[in-house]
């Protein structure tokens, strides 16, 4: 079973920065898509960023410009640098990883941005 497991949440001030990272471990992590999803209390969970097997990124609305997500093949791990962050922001961030027909979530870690 893959196991997707993030880290990297915390609490920041608005206008600072957090790097959130997702190892994925029981199977070839450069075959998967590799999403940042995030679900604020109340809300629907959305997609933040994408990036898939090649490379190509995809970024919500909301975070272009201030979010950037990379992916490591060696270390096994996706990255989303975080910068400029808002209170809107504050929501717990997921990561999931898809391969055809299979997908794969993370426990999921706490982002908080205080005005």
């Known amino acids: 079973q893959v196991q997707l497991v993030e880290s990297g949440g915390g609490l920041v001030q608005a206008g600072g920065s957090l790097r959130l990272s997702c190892a994925l471990s029981?199977?070839?992590?450069?075959?998967?898509?590799m999403g940042w999803h995030r679900q604020a209390p109340g809300k629907q969970r959305e997609l933040v960023a994408g990036?898939?097997?090649?490379?190509?990124?995809n970024y919500a609305d909301s975070v272009k410009g201030r979010f950037t997500i990379s992916r490591d093949n060696g270390k096994n791990t996706v990255y989303l640098q975080m910068n400029s962050l808002k209170p809107e922001d504050t929501a717990v961030y997921y990561c999931?990883?898809?391969?055809?027909?299979?997908?794969?979530w993370g426990q999921g870690t706490q982002v908080t941005v205080s005005s």
């Open positions: 999931n990883a898809v391969y055809n027909r299979y997908e794969f």
């Open positions: 029981r199977s070839i992590f450069s075959i998967y898509a």
């Open positions: 990036i898939d097997s090649g490379g190509a990124t």
